[in-house]
DNA sequence: CAAAGTATGTCACTTTGTATCATATTGTAT
DNA sequence: ATACAATATGATACAAAGTGACATACTTTG
């Protein structure tokens, strides 16, 4: 087992939840893929495995990874929610408002922020995504042609 | 007609839209919150003005805000899509991943970071919003009791 | 005024997500 | 090992959120 999917084992026993068939096939998509998923490409390659996995499943077990932590729930404007595995202590996102497209930027941009503020808010195991959203060069000189 | 809604207008303008009585009410709606509102609570207030604007303008409205940058879409996890309008460069929030308690973070937090990525990667008119997510010191409390 | 471009309202529809509940699985105590 | 409680799943129906198509209306320009 993939240290990953090691680590929310544990993560879901402390809490009383069972890692299940079902959840680790979740898990394993979200962590084998090199990019953030869908719902629906979530359901997809997890069907692939088992076509018997309910979408009810899915959606509690998003929902349940999300709020243990072990998943990272990006919500990008204009975006359908994308699912990754919550690795690293941040990812963040430069998005453009016209054409979408999405550049990821490096997780060490914020630098201490993430000690900062779970000190200064006495907050826990914080991740950091930043959506910074505005117009690419392209998009931008489209504009100005108008 | 206030300053937001006034600039508002310009930029509309600008790219050959109309500020028509709806777009009007609509942005009036957002600015006059002083919190983000969700399409429901638009809806409501823009309806108590005027209870004949559709559904389908508000959705096409905030779209278009959205994509000219008059308006900031917020999509917490968990949450329900938010906006407010886009008058600072920045807006910052802080969520409980269990009691989904939100807290505004200052929006000076990142410094010059919004200038950094428009040179570094040539966009334009950046709006930078960070969501840090974790547990709050009351629900890590709780947590580890079980 | 006429024509072109822009915007709205209505309604049907799709997509996305949720609630309920019977069934199944796992863990615990005896 | 068995019985019981706790947890999890699948199916179905349902609710909520969002979209598309199109006829009508409003603005702008000439």
Known sequence: MHQYVHNSNEQLRKRGYRLTPQRYMILSVIQEAGEHLSVDQITERVQQRNPYVS????YRTLELLRE????????????????????????HHLVCRRCRAIIHLDEALLGNLNEQLQEQYGFHSLTLDLVAAGYCDTCWQEMQKQ
């Open 55 to 58: 979408l009810s499943t899915i």
């Open 68 to 91: 243990l932590g072990l998943v990272r729930e990006n919500r990008l404007p204009g975006e359908q929610p994308h699912y990754e595995p919550a690795e690293g202590q941040a990812h």
